[in-house]
């Protein structure tokens, strides 16, 4: 199964969809510290800390914009790309927007807009950050793991990004290099997984990883720029920092799912977490006291379990994406001399990263207060339901909502930052950051989605034995008619819960006349499926009856309950074949939920770079091969 078949939303891009790792990748650059020399890194490095530090307040790992007007920050950009292979001459287009972003910093400078010193960035959003692994110890070293994260909403032209890592003293009076990255992408700009440094960092005396990252990114179609600094610390302890997720999580353990899933509206078994009552019951779309966890012990019906349960704080919001979140940060041990917290930096932070798409949500409730009372302790136990519904972007200036109905039935990456300062019996503190990505970390290997598609209560669907029945009468085990031939399969789970949003009522030319929710599949006459929300009129459909004509496509608010079936075991839909995953609602043949979540998944873009690409980036790519080979 390919990792985000199931799931889906439409999406309206202003740029094409890239997924992970197509033909969008020009490839790696060639390393930074191997074009510019290491001297000039680590002065430019200095000079970017000051700004940092000034601009940011130390939230470690989080970016700033770099302000072009400023001769040392320019000079700085200019010196990574040409450590990294980037000039003029191979890169003709980049160059010349750089060119001209320069210009406009310069002109807003001189006409004393000091907003415009602080962020290059517009409405489209991009989010730049740093990760950072708790790091092994082998021997007296302690070897880290590091890369940049640059998710630009719904991608971009072009996307640049490095990294460099440096072996420092704590007053960082002593740095040298000790790793470099750097890549870029065309049409896209979601991931860069392959931009990676591993610095080995001395153990025995007070040293620290310092890193560093640049991002550049460009929209052509709206001709507009981010560029970005950000910078992260850890100090190398001999038993380094280490963060440990207990939620999310699967339901089931080894249940192979790809996903833990969150059914804040509706949901059934399959759901790990769901929108709970007071009763522990799934609240459908009435206020919800919570989110909790599926209580395994019960398998007729879904039910939260109660030692897993995640109060909301304040009211609760429908429309707002809700993870429960519990971790235990330890701050590691250096000679045997266990760390204690001392200070909780900015840059603690979580994040819904969606990798399809582009752009990040962040909570909009920092982790500080939550680690706050973990002050003067070695660990921080912490144990709350995040709510991450606002659109990351430098300055808070994207905006892309986070709300549920914008990442339904997409697979989202859950990330986690740790950043405080520790003291482990020296005489001054020392930073500890740890990232966690729990898609790609091996102790998780899984991300997040929520989900939605369904019927209004009362719905009739057809069983083996002939019986037409209302949707909420089904249990799972049931066999329902699929199709016109009579064929069957079994229900394997049910789904239950309430509708925000308008339903779409339908009427065709032979009587016919159902309630869905908007992105519940219809069978077209030539055997698609389209979701209801955008049918209309005359648009000719599959029912019991054959081929109808719809007559109306209205709208209606809806406070009832809903429904759906995931349909067919294993073995069933392996000899059904594909989209074999439908049933007559009402008369007309729909698809199950699984059929919802594969219709409205997003969707990449198969198309050669070349035809997603911008022509005026085009000579940029095509050098891009010549100046790459042989110089990582």
């Known amino acids: 199964m390919k990792l985000y078949s199931r799931f889906s939303v439409p999406v309206t891009a202003a740029l094409p969809l890239v997924a992970l790792a197509t ?5 790696a650059l060639r390393a930074p510290d191997r074009g510019l020399d290491r001297a000039t890194l680590v002065e430019d490095s200095q000079y970017m800390r000051r700004v940092f530090e000034a601009k940011s307040r130390g939230a470690t790992g989080e970016a700033i914009a770099i302000d072009l007007a400023d001769p040392g920050q320019y000079r700085f950009v200019m010196n990574r790309l040409r450590g990294s292979g980037k000039s003029a001459a191979n890169s003709p287009k980049l160059f010349q927007r750089l060119g001209m972003a320069r210009e406009k910093a310069l002109a807003r400078k001189a006409g004393g807009a000091e907003a415009s010193l ?5 409405n489209w959003g991009c989010d730049h950050f740093l990760t950072l692994t708790r790091g092994v110890t082998t021997a007296n070293l302690r070897t ?7 998710s630009c909403l719904n991608g ?6 490095d990294i460099v890592a440096y072996n420092s003293n704590l007053p960082e009076t002593d740095s040298s290099v000790v790793d470099s990255a750097s890549g870029e992408e065309y049409a896209a700009g979601q991931s860069f997984e392959d931009v990676v440094v591993r610095p080995a960092i001395p153990i025995n005396q007070d040293r620290q990883v310092i890193l560093d990252t640049m991002m550049i990114a460009m929209n052509e179609n709206t001709g507009e720029e981010v560029v970005t600094f950000a910078r992260g610390a850890s100090a190398a302890t001999t038993a380094g920092a280490d963060l440990t997720m207990q939620h999310p999580r699967l339901s089931v353990p080894g249940s192979m799912k790809f996903n833990t899933e969150l059914c804040q509206m509706r949901g059934g078994i399959d759901c790990d977490y769901a929108a709970v009552s007071n009763t522990l019951a799934p609240s459908g779309s009435n206020p919800a006291t919570g989110v909790a966890l599926r209580n395994t012990a019960v398998t007729t019906s879904w039910v939260g379990d109660a030692a897993n349960n995640f109060p909301v704080s304040g009211a609760w919001q429908p429309t707002h994406v809700y993870v429960p979140t519990q971790f235990t940060f330890n701050a590691g041990s250096k000679n045997g001399v266990q760390c204690v917290i001392k200070e909780i930096m900015p840059g603690s932070k979580v994040r819904l990263v969606k990798p399809v798409t582009g752009g990040t949500c962040m909570s909009q409730m920092d982790l500080a207060p939550a680690l706050a009372s973990s002050i003067n302790a070695t660990s921080a136990n912490v144990k709350i339901l995040s709510d991450l519904s606002r659109e990351t972007s430098i300055a808070g200036t994207g905006t892309e909502s986070c709300a549920t109905q914008a990442v339904i039935n997409q697979a989202v990456e859950y990330v986690i930052t740790v950043s405080t300062k520790v003291n482990c019996g020296t005489a001054a503190n020392t930073p500890a950051t740890v990232t966690v990505r729990m898609m790609s970390d091996e102790r998780y290997r899984y991300g997040l989605m929520v989900w939605n598609s369904c019927m209004a209560e009362g719905t009739k669907v057809v069983l083996a034995d002939g019986r037409t029945v209302p949707v909420e009468q089904v249990k799972r085990g049931a066999r329902i008619v699929t ?3 009579g064929e069957t399969l079994t229900v394997t ?4 819960g309430g509708e925000l949003e308008p339903m779409v009522n339908l009427v065709d030319d032979k009587g016919h006349k159902v309630s869905l929710t908007d992105k519940h599949p219809v069978i077209m006459a030539d055997g698609k499926a389209v979701a209801a929300g955008k049918l209309k009129v005359n648009d000719l459909v599959s029912t019991r009856d054959g081929v109808a004509a719809l007559t109306s496509v209205t709208r209606e608010k809806y406070a009832g309950k809903v429904y759906n079936f995931n349909l067919g075991t294993a073995a069933e839909l392996a000899r059904a074949g594909k989209d074999a995953n439908t049933l007559f609602a009402n008369g007309f043949r729909v698809g199950d939920n699984k059929m919802q979540g594969d219709l409205t998944a997003p969707v990449a873009d198969s198309r050669d770079v070349l035809e997603r690409l911008p022509a005026s980036w085009h000579q940029d790519f ?3 091969a010549a100046f790459v080979a042989g110089q990582r």
């Open 118 to 122: 602080t962020s290059l960035v517009n």
């Open 23 to 27: 033909s969008a990748w020009a490839g």
């Open 622 to 624: 095509a050098h891009s």
């Open 483 to 485: 199709n016109a031939k």
């Open 156 to 161: 971009a032209s072009y996307v640049y990004t």
């Open 493 to 496: 789970d049910v789904q239950v």
């Open 144 to 150: 880290y793991t590091s890369n940049p994260w640059a």
